[in-house]
């Protein structure tokens, strides 16, 4: 009797222990499925051919192999091109959240229009960062599954100002070509709508007055990012106005850039030229000594912090340890490189500028 009831003690024992085995076992194998469940990350671009924004989109492809490189296929991620048409950009919306994405990352068209973008990601239940093309304030206040990822354009209108008065403090004389005193510059800008262009060219000059510098403006005009463009409105000015410029300001490397086309095919030695994005091809003309310099918003940084806020909020895990502010951005850090290959960072002057 004493035996039998020992074999029955045993036996419930045994099974017991089974049991406990078989559920650590279930949510050991749970876990690992969550962690090894393959995200989808739609990305949505406003046109193919813009050079800072390629720049980004081709880092985001190289670290991506990186990762999967090191971590197997945990995430899929996908392109898609708006032709720089909100309607059009807004289908391809309608396209991932039909196709169950997990997180979307949108570089508007239209940064005023992303209402309409945030309405259907909600409604889907699916995150969105929206990086480089800045939605209104109100707009990312939303809902709490919003964010963006951008540089400070109030930060690289004050460095590009900086440059400038760097320069002067190094090269008076070729900065003040007529000595006169007073700086006669023109001024390329980028889209009208976009925020860095108004932030960027008022924070330039800006910055520059309270450098204590006269300032007179030949002239302005937009380019919309284009270095083509860039090149024909310098064209102009350089047969309206001559050897009076002094300086060209530029929102950014591509109209830089094309500001140096029309000054080499008019054949004269201007360099007085400053951009904003460190493009490669900016950075080489600034090496070259054919700019003063350029701001560099790193987009090797820019692509992490994208990829890395799109994978933790698909993944719902936590946000620690991004540098996210109290309007819902995260800032990419930028420095000014000129053609000396010197370095400033405002973060390194106790950002009393910002
Ligand atoms: C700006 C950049 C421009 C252009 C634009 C597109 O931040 O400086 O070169 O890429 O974004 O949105």
Request: aromatic content about 8%.
């Amino acid at each position: 009797m004493k035996r039998k009831r020992q074999r029955i003690f045993l036996a419930a024992g045994a099974l017991l222990a089974a049991v406990a085995l078989v559920v650590v076992w279930m949510n050991k194998n749970r876990s690992q499925m969550e962690k090894s469940e393959i995200i989808k990350i739609g990305v949505l671009i406003y046109k193919e051919d813009d050079t800072f924004v390629s720049g980004i989109v081709e880092e985001m492809k190289r670290q991506f192999k990186d990762y999967e490189r090191e971590n197997g296929s945990r995430i899929r991620l996908d392109f898609s091109y708006a032709e720089e048409n909100q309607s059009i950009q807004n289908e391809q919306i309608d396209k991932y959240l039909s196709l169950d994405y997990d997180v979307l990352c949108v570089n508007l068209v239209d940064r005023t229009e992303a209402a309409i973008v945030i309405e259907k990601a909600k409604a889907a239940d699916v995150p969105v960062v929206f990086f480089n093309r800045e939605p209104v304030a109100e707009d990312l206040q939303q809902w709490d599954r919003l964010y963006y990822v951008g540089s400070d354009a109030k930060e690289s209108g004050t460095l590009e100002g900086l440059l400038v008065a760097d320069y002067y403090q190094k090269y008076p004389e070729q900065l003040d070509r007529n000595q006169d005193g007073v700086i006669q510059y023109v001024l390329l800008e980028g889209e009208s709508r976009h925020q860095d262009s108004l932030i960027r060219t008022e924070y330039s000059i800006q910055t520059l007055v309270e450098e204590g510098f006269s300032l007179e403006r030949l002239d302005g005009g937009i380019a919309n990012w284009v270095r083509s463009q860039g090149e024909a409105l310098t064209t102009q000015w350089l047969r309206e106005y001559g050897s009076e410029i002094e300086l060209i300001i530029s929102n950014n490397d591509d109209m830089a850039l094309g500001a140096i086309d029309a000054v080499e095919n008019w054949h004269v030695k201007f360099s007085n030229i400053v951009g904003i994005d460190g493009t490669p091809e900016g950075l080489a003309a600034v090496e070259a000594g054919k700019m003063i310099g350029t701001i560099v918003a790193g987009q090797e940084e820019y692509a992490r912090v994208i990829l890395d806020l799109a994978e933790r909020m698909a993944r719902r895990e936590a946000l620690d340890g991004l540098a996210i502010r109290e309007d819902k951005s995260i800032r990419v850090p930028m420095y000014s490189i000129n053609s000396d290959g010197e370095i400033r960072r405002l973060e390194e002057e106790g950002n009393e500028r910002n």
